[in-house]
């Protein structure tokens, strides 16, 4: 008779090996983006939002760096920030200055990309995010990935890929994270709501930020989260040389495996993006400005752009301690960055409600699934056999 504790053990092992869909890799690192030169590799939009069609112009290098919108502050971290200084005077149209940034190097499949976030800008009309956008299409051709993004006074972030008819997220697909949609083709995205605790406003600040990671791999899309006491202990004691191992982190925040989504044919190498806006077609709709925000008039312009920009934006700041890429086949250099079109405007984005998911049946072909992904499910089936086998060894 084989005891109950080692019993347990190998049950628990073989539930975790069959629930994996992420890819296990090592990862050699590529570029960090930290200290005094974290803003060298990045573009200034420069314009004014014509993507989400928010109350802001975003400003160029010059202009962000004199006004200390952007700047490296006296513990070496990145900030990005809300001008919350200058009175806006009411007007038929009002623009507060803000900022978006875009990377100059792209990140196809075999990417991981890890950030670590201090400060997360929050507050009513406030809507920050830390995407990725794909080149040489179209929006959204090229896929897009939204690893940080909230509104408002909300406690929890959003994560979502955006693509093309035809790319979904699986049913069962592996993650702590709660669907609230799964064709990534609808206006909000294939979207899942984090369930960690710690993920945005002022509790995110007060735990001490967090870590985001998001893989992009041939097996499917995954992003984590870790409030800063959970940061696992090789991201902690890691530094810009380190190589970078997934088979640790555990469960995904989100999961997006490749059985339902063609990684190659729905995502293009993708640009980091780094951006806040205000009001526009998410944070300012006005019953979802409601829902987390009341203010004297329940506008979002009114009662935030227009006037002083302190206090109602004195929180409206990224604080970023460094954001590191990595490659798990470092003999293939990225693709360089390409001049594209700006992309169209996304559709409104509307509310949402954990619920639960009714999985669209697809009108497409049967999702592709490469020969390599097949190679790294028979990996993972023969480790799983092994405990499978120790698990009618421990029965019998």
């Known amino acids: 008779m084989r005891s109950a504790k080692s019993l347990v053990t190998v049950s628990l092992s073989l539930l975790a090996c069959l629930s994996r869909n992420f890819a296990l890799a090592i990862y050699m690192p590529l570029r960090e983006y930290a200290g005094p030169n974290f803003f060298d590799a990045w573009d200034y939009f420069n314009f004014y939002d014509n993507t989400t069609w928010g109350n802001v112009t975003f400003v160029d290098r010059q202009t962000a760096?004199?006004?200390r919108l952007t700047y490296v502050n006296g513990a070496g971290n990145a900030i990005i920030k809300v001008d919350n200084t200058t009175?806006?005077?009411s007007a038929p149209l009002v623009y507060r200055n803000s900022v978006r940034i875009t990377s100059k190097d792209t990140y196809g499949i075999g990417a991981l990309i890890v950030i670590?976030?201090?400060?997360?800008?929050?507050?009513?009309?406030?809507?920050?995010s830390f995407w990725t956008l794909g080149t040489e299409k179209e929006w959204?051709?090229?896929?897009?990935?939204d690893i940080i993004e909230g509104i408002n006074m909300m406690n929890h972030n959003q994560i979502a890929l955006h693509t093309t008819p035809g790319c979904f997220q699986d049913r069962n697909p592996g993650q702590t994270g709660q669907t609230i949609e799964s064709d990534c083709s609808t206006p909000q995205g294939c979207l899942v709501s984090?369930?960690?605790p710690n993920s945005w406003g002022p509790a995110f600040a007060q735990a001490g930020g967090g870590v985001w990671a998001l893989q992009i791999d041939v097996a499917g899309i995954f992003a984590w989260y870790w409030s800063r006491p959970d940061v696992p202990a090789n991201i902690k004691t890691a530094n810009s040389s380190s190589t970078m191992d997934t088979a640790s982190w555990g469960l995904p925040s989100a999961s997006y495996p490749a059985t339902a989504c063609n990684i190659n044919?729905?995502?293009?190498?993708?640009?980091?993006?780094?951006?806040i806006t205000l009001c526009g077609t998410w944070a300012g709709v006005p019953n979802i400005y409601a829902s987390t925000c009341q203010t004297p008039t329940m506008s979002c312009i009114a009662d935030n752009i227009i006037g002083p920009g302190s206090p109602t934006y004195d929180n409206a700041f990224w604080?970023?301690?460094w954001i590191r890429t990595y490659l798990n086949n470092p003999s293939v250099p990225p693709p360089a960055a390409s001049s594209i079109p700006t992309p169209a405007p996304p559709p409104v984005t509307t509310t949402v409600e954990k619920t639960s998911t009714v999985q669209p049946t697809p009108t497409e072909d049967p999702p592709f699934v490469s020969s390599a992904l097949c190679n790294k499910c028979h990996d993972i089936l023969?480790?799983?056999?092994v405990l499978f086998s120790s698990l009618i060894f421990l029965i019998t």
């Open 382 to 385: 023969e480790v799983c056999f």
């Open 265 to 275: 044919q729905f995502f293009t190498p993708q640009q980091l993006v780094l951006l």
């Open 194 to 196: 984090e369930n960690r």
């Open 140 to 145: 959204p051709g090229g896929g897009e990935i």
């Open 65 to 67: 760096m004199s006004n």
């Open 319 to 321: 604080e970023i301690s």
């Open 116 to 128: 670590d976030v201090r400060h997360i800008p929050y507050g009513c009309s406030v809507w920050p």
């Open 87 to 89: 009175f806006v005077q």
